[in-house]
């Protein structure tokens, strides 16, 4: 495939239109996108039931885990029993955290989760609970039927924006609003 773009630090925006409902307002991360498909994690839909304590505790770690965000995240509907943290790239475990770009990684090792709870960790983190997965090409089909916006990822939308705020954070980055968007699509 001579024209594939990567996806991979990308912010994906929900379109209002969005079938799904576990992806209504959701902006996600892209963390890898090949030609093989694509991987990323929901950032601004936190569980609400949970709190980030009640997943470290069958692990024997404490409430207090450094700089991770106290609640963890609906990362997507994949392998929901697994744990993904999308940190600053100021750290890097022994095994198993893969740099996205200059302003994050994601780490899947518990060695992480111990770091945090030690205060060695990054600056940065937030805990997201399964990830969106794309089969070879699904991603760009979605994009085509009007089911996505893409723009580049920031670090201040990430890590430092209230929840409810990012979806619209990177809508703007576009230059738009909520307003300018139509929750159908058509063809001209």
């Known amino acids: 495939m001579d024209d594939f773009q990567s996806l991979a630090a990308k912010f994906l925006i929900a379109m209002p239109g969005m079938q799904d409902p576990r992806f209504a307002h959701a902006l996600v991360l892209m963390c890898e996108h090949t030609a093989g498909g694509a991987m990323g994690l ?28 106290h609640k963890p995240y609906f990362g997507g509907p994949v392998e929901t029993g697994r744990g ?17 770009k200059d302003f994050a990684a994601m780490t899947t090792t518990p060695e992480i989760l111990e770091d945090l709870s030690q205060n060695k960790g990054p600056e940065k983190a937030l805990l997201a609970l399964g990830y969106a997965g794309w089969g070879p090409g699904q991603i760009e089909d979605e994009i085509l039927q009007n089911g996505w916006l893409t723009v580049d990822a920031l670090p201040r939308i990430i ?30």
């Open 84 to 100: 993904f943290v999308l940190h600053s790239p100021d750290y890097v475990a022994t095994a198993g955290t893969h740099k996205i």
């Open 42 to 69: 929901i950032i601004n839909k936190p569980v609400p039931a949970l709190s980030v304590s009640e997943v470290l505790k069958p692990m024997g770690l404490g409430p207090d885990c450094g700089s991770l965000s």
């Open 159 to 188: 890590f430092d924006m209230p929840d409810e705020k990012k979806w619209e954070a990177a809508l703007g980055l576009l230059g738009i609003t909520p307003q300018h968007l139509s929750g159908t699509s058509g063809r001209a």
